[in-house]
């Protein structure tokens, strides 16, 4: 704890970091499992609605029943909106200040019914618009730590 | 079917940056001692509390306990209710349930935030999933952007369009002693502010602002002692969805989750044309464009119309059905207490006590509270006891 003088009253300040640890699941392993084996998303199918979730987990919400049915998909997708981010902000992620601009978008996966949400390597926005083809860019296998950045980015295709 | 609750007291502090003359807890009790004397109530006139701010803001945990001494809560029942962005009209909801349970006659809620306090971007990305979105997401800004651009390509929306929404609610801020930014702001200058977040510039987007609201709700038969005026809740609706971004947006459907709130909000009141029955809404719009897509998802209009029902004037003072007469979220925004204030407004238009910015005529008044990745609250409060 420091304390810093602001006229006559002080201001307590905390500036440590805080670690966690959060369980992936068994199906959320599997997708980041796939990427790493088959360079291809893998998402599930709900018997009760028939929705495709992507990434995979063990609940479809809105029938509130267990999902089994892993259904294998491609790397490609489309961009349902996006945002070019342009102030700068520290990432809890790293305590570190996140690098800027970069581009944050939502992607309707080929052949899933929910959107994935991720990076795509465009921020000109004369070059970017919803409805554009993207594909997945992911690191090199070896590389690959299992986490959601085993994923570079998304590169538009046309 | 519970028992009839009105709000009969509402109390909010002054709104600034940055309130390093007081503690959050003597924050908050200016509040309460607002709320307290606007319905001519002692503390230990009060039942119960419940009281509410954004999770992880300001790192301080169980609020509730916290904050006693500022609330007045020392050992009575109290309770926490923290729902992201929604918190401050859950928190109302939640209070409006106590009294209508039977079980409280005169109940406090209250919101607060400092936001002066919190690293207010980087405890909203801690709301995303740790797993799948805090890697890409942002803050609040980025994911509203999202939606704008989404609504723009779907309906030819400007950033001009947008505009119109940051400058009617910023004049009517000039209206209301309590905003916190009182200076005009015109289209012109919220086009020429520097973009955040494509489409969202500096102007488009609400402040973060220190302050803290209260209200006072009391029971059929009790109400009516406290207020000349009681404003009665007709309906009162929480759809609270996903934090999971990608399940939680559907941009071909709209904002599903404000669409439900307001039409079970309507069935419990009884309204069948809501811009014809409702007089005055505050709405939380945190950004210019939802001040058009979202009047659309209310029911206001139809979808795709927002642009020309706010361009013909309906939403700004003296139009069909005036939104925000307070200056709004754009205006105001000390996060936890953001979405009380949109039901303390639209209490205070009720009760007829609005000063330079009450709407003549007011019955009934509809309040919105928003969340984080795309849930909402809908309160309609009324002159008349349903
Ligand atoms: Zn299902």
Redesign the pocket.
Known sequence: MAHQVESERLVSVFAYPMPYEWSIGLYGSKFFQEIKQNRRFVGIR??????VYVPPRRV????F?E?AELVALSDTGVITAFSVVNYPFIDPNTGARRPIPYTYGYIKLDGADNIFSHIINETDLSKIKVGMKVRAIFKDTAEMQGNIQDIKYFDIVA | MGRRVAIVGVGQTYHKSHRPDVTSREMIREAVTAALADAELTIRDIDAIVIGNMDHFESINYVDTYSVEGSGGVMKPIMKVSTGGTTGATVAIAAYYHVASGLFDRVLAIGFEKNSESDTTGAIITCSDAIWDRFSYSGAIPSLATEATAYMEKYGATQEDAAIIGERDRNNALNNPFAHLRRPLTVADIMASPMLAYPIKLGDICPRSDGACACVLAADGVAQKIARKPAWFKAAAVRHTYTWFGDSTDYNKGLVSMQRASKDAYQQAGITKPAEEIDVAELYLPYTWAGLKWIEDIGFCGPGEGVRFVRDGNTHMGGKIPVNPSGGVISTNCIGATAMLRVAEAAIQVMGRGGKRQVPDVKNALATGFGGCFWSDVVILSTERP
Do not use: E, V
């Not at chain 1, 709900?46 to 929705?51: D, E, F, T």
């Not at chain 1, 479809?60 to 029938?63: L, R, V």
């Open positions: 709900c018997n009760g609605c028939g929705k479809c919400g809105p029938c029943q999902l």
